[in-house]
């Protein structure tokens, strides 16, 4: 146990970090995704703003400048319908002015398909422990299939917030004492 902090923090984006999912851009948008530098957001071909969630962008800053955090690494666990999609997203949105949220994950499981075989690949490609990870999701079910390998995982139906943020961190520092 690192700073009682997780070593691995994990999101799943659509739904989780960021609206619109992926897949509702099939009909109206989708790339080339352009910038916008006020906002750290972008926006798809025709228009559609697609943004951080809740309280997103303040955990990842707080995770950028926290030192509690400082061994922490950060990772993606996202089933989306649009992986290079989702790609021009992370590199073209910001956490802050300069800082992609793409350049701050450090492990990447970006396809179709089960988040227990996400967890699986990020435990080899990280070497953390499963119990040493903490996963936030919107969809309960990618939750439960996670649970069973020791992850802590957090249900946020309505998007990264402080409060189920917050929460996740108690629920795994518990788990840590039992």
């Known amino acids: 146990m690192s700073n009682n902090v997780p070593k691995l923090i994990v999101f799943d984006l659509d739904g989780t970090v960021w609206w619109p999912e992926m897949y509702m851009l099939w009909s109206s948008g989708g790339p080339p995704f352009k910038a916008n530098p006020k906002t750290g957001d972008v926006?798809?071909?025709?228009?559609?703003?697609?943004?951080?969630?809740?309280?997103?962008?303040?955990?990842?800053?707080?995770?950028?400048?926290?030192?509690?955090?400082?061994?922490?690494?950060?990772?993606?666990?996202?089933?989306?319908?649009?992986?290079?999609?989702?790609?021009d997203c992370l590199r073209l949105m910001?956490?802050?002015?300069?800082?992609?949220?793409?350049?701050?994950?450090?492990?990447?499981?970006?396809?179709?398909?089960?988040?227990?075989?996400?967890?699986?690949?990020?435990?080899?490609?990280?070497?953390?422990?499963?119990?040493?990870?903490?996963f936030f999701d919107n969809e309960r079910g990618r939750c439960q299939e996670v649970a069973p390998l020791g992850v802590t995982a957090v249900h946020c139906p309505d998007g990264l917030t402080m409060?189920?943020?917050?929460?996740?961190?108690d629920q795994w520092r518990k788990a840590q004492q039992s």
């Open 43 to 87: 926006t798809a071909s025709d228009g559609t703003k697609v943004f951080l969630l809740e309280d997103t962008r303040a955990i990842l800053q707080r995770l950028l400048h926290d030192p509690i955090f400082a061994n922490s690494k950060l990772g993606i666990s996202s089933a989306t319908d649009e992986p290079r999609w989702a790609q």
């Open 94 to 134: 910001e956490v802050e002015p300069g800082v992609s949220v793409k350049s701050r994950f450090a492990f990447e499981c970006i396809s179709k398909g089960s988040k227990r075989n996400h967890f699986v690949q990020l435990a080899k490609m990280s070497g953390i422990d499963y119990s040493d990870m903490i």
């Open 163 to 169: 409060a189920v943020w917050n929460k996740g961190l």
